[in-house]
């Protein structure tokens, strides 16, 4: 039987211009010496330049930097024991209220997860500002390290764990010296899941931010809205090449860690 | 009458303790919100900080009086804007749904066909954009879409049209921008279903005398269900609530419900109507998300 015919071919071309050619379009506009952004007036750096001149931009992207390195730590943390509450705790009380929570987050359109949690932070009286839209994100971000964890938990055989636990290993010792090796990758893809979630996050972080506490995404949106500029092609070329740097990163450090595992598996 | 402290000794336990953590996190952060949301649905709108008034009105007795009020719930129904609004916003999902399905199972269905050393290289080529912020993405259509965009500026001079075709600020461009931004969202799904299939079974379909596309239909597409329905469901409920793509690239036509929403809250300060907006959505959605969730958990077990 044919396996791998000219349609498979032909929908690969045109599905992969299609996810592309946007993004090549708008970084090769970056480079454009004239301020038209859909007229090639030659090469050009200067709108990085004007960028490290725009005081409103580098602020905003330090505001961001801080609220995505602290959540997706935080969230780290939290969805790991929550991936790990999914997969290896069996059924306890609540556990489809919690899994419904887990869930729920990945799905539900952002409006209403940011004036949810808007409106409590008012409720409150908790002033909004970096504070809140750090915790807003650590609550969605922690949901797909949950998941990430649990997928990789379901995955590997536990009788080490049991092994360790039968010696005398208390369980604290045994998540630290056999069970967290073992889901490192999926902890770290995870990590990086969740500092490009909060990176990218415009809706959430509108609702909950405060006054001096603007996010580069809601730099970025005012900037849209006045209009297409080479300027927010320029920043949007440092997000893409950022984001691409670190999940190729990612990809190699599971491919080495997998490696690892098949050598000590021969030996 | 005396507690056994066995009782408290069983619920303090270390098991408990590591449930406690993420569960009291969500039940604060994401659960406790939505009784606030349901409050203020309930209440009027004041010129104070904040906009809303307080359910319990504390008089002269030792008792509150409750003074509630569906007035908000009232508005939605007789201003026909908010109902064209939902609509509006479950055609525009539904559509884009099947549209992403149709473009996302071909990819879906190929990567998995290529042979075994592309698929890694592929699946990541998938992901990537997915990575990539979202704002970024739609934000890239403008520059093609617009009338003297490079879609327009291709196309004429090449001479295969006269005059710019209006795209931008359409439904058309928000079906585009809906399709790009979640088809790593479908293609995931169906792809580590797809991957799975056993092809043996393809085979002796084959074998028997069926053609490709009869063996398509009648045994590839019922063996990848779970996934197209999980796909489904990862565009479906959140396109509903869809703000940022009918904001930057639909017109004053476009009504969606999410828009609506930022609309209320942002605009006319209306915290009371946006709540009851976001309430009556959450209702549409409720049995979708429960129906993904046991499509999820059914997936893990």
């Known amino acids: 039987m044919k396996k791998f015919g000219s349609f498979n071919i032909f929908s690969l071309i045109v599905g992969f211009s299609f996810l592309y050619i946007p993004i090549i379009l708008l970084i090769l506009f970056s480079f454009n010496e004239s301020r ?56 306890f009380k609540g556990r489809t209220l919690f899994s419904g929570m887990i869930y729920a987050p990945m799905v539900m359109p952002e409006v209403i997860i940011g004036l949810s949690t808007l409106l409590m932070f008012v409720a409150l009286a908790i002033d909004r500002g970096i504070f809140t839209v750090t915790l807003a994100h650590i609550t969605f971000s922690m949901c797909y390290v949950a998941v990430v964890v649990q997928s990789r938990m379901s995955s590997y055989d536990d009788s080490l764990t049991e092994a360790a636990l039968d010696l005398g290993c208390t369980p604290f010792r045994t998540f630290i010296l056999i069970t967290l090796p073992i889901i490192l990758p999926a902890v770290i893809s995870g990590w990086l899941l969740s500092f490009t979630l909060s990176l990218d996050d415009l809706v959430i972080a509108s609702f909950t931010s405060g006054p001096g506490s603007t996010t580069l995404p809601m730099k970025i949106y005012s900037m849209v809205r006045l209009g297409v500029t080479p300027e927010i092609n320029a920043v949007s070329t440092i997000l ?28 | 009458m005396q507690t056994n402290p066995n009782f408290f000794k069983s619920i303090f336990n270390g098991r ?23 409050k203020i649905s309930f209440a009027e709108t004041i010129y104070a900080r904040p906009p809303y008034s307080s359910l319990l009105i ?11 009020s569906f007035d908000n719930y009232l508005f939605l129904f007789s201003d026909s804007l908010y109902i064209k609004a939902y609509l509006s916003s479950l055609k525009i999902a539904f ?37 990539t912020s979202f704002l970024i993405r739609v934000y890239a259509w403008i520059g093609i879409l617009k009338t003297e965009g490079l879609l327009n500026l291709a196309l004429m001079s090449i001479g295969i049209i006269e005059k710019p075709l209006m795209i931008m600020n359409t439904d058309l461009a928000v079906y585009i921008g809906i399709v790009y931004s979640y088809l790593p969202f479908m ?56 703000f940022v793509i009918p904001d930057l690239l639909g017109g004053s036509e476009t009504l969606m419900i999410g828009k609506v929403l930022w609309t209320e809250f942002f605009y006319n300060r209306d915290w009371p109507v946006a709540s009851a907006v976001a309430i009556l959505l959450l209702a549409i959605l409720v049995v979708p998300i429960m129906l993904y969730q046991r499509s999820q958990e059914k997936a893990i077990s």
């Open chain 2, 58 to 68: 504390w008089g002269d007795s030792w008792l509150p009086s409750i003074k509630a």
């Open chain 1, 240 to 267: 893409v090449g950022v984001v691409t740097l670190g999940v190729i990163t990612a990809s190699l450090i599971g491919r080495r860690q997998k490696q690892q595992i098949l050598k000590t598996q021969h030996t």
């Open chain 2, 16 to 38: 408990n303790a590591v449930i406690a953590i993420p569960y009291i996190w969500l039940l604060l952060l994401f659960l406790l919100p939505f009784i606030y949301v349901l």
């Open chain 2, 95 to 131: 559509i884009s749904t099947i549209l992403t399905l149709i473009i996302g199972y071909s990819i879906a269905y190929s990567v998995a066909r290529a042979p075994t050393r592309w698929r890694g290289i592929l699946l990541m080529l998938v992901i990537l954009p997915f990575w």
């Open chain 2, 187 to 242: 293609i995931l799904p169906l792809y580590a279903n797809l991957e799975k299939m056993d092809m043996s079974l393809l085979e002796a379909a084959a074998d028997l005398g069926c053609r490709p596309f009869k063996t398509f239909w009648t045994v590839t597409v019922p063996l990848s269900l779970s996934g197209i329905i999980a796909g489904c469901f990862l565009v479906f409920i959140p396109v509903m609530g869809e």
């Open chain 1, 36 to 91: 038209l952004v859909t007229v090639w007036g030659g090469f050009s750096t200067k709108w990085y330049g004007e960028l490290l001149q725009n005081q409103g931009i580098k602020d905003a992207a330090w505001v961001t930097i801080k609220v995505a390195f602290v959540s997706s730590t935080i969230a780290t943390i939290l969805g790991t024991i929550a991936g790990l509450v999914m997969t290896r705790f069996g059924n």
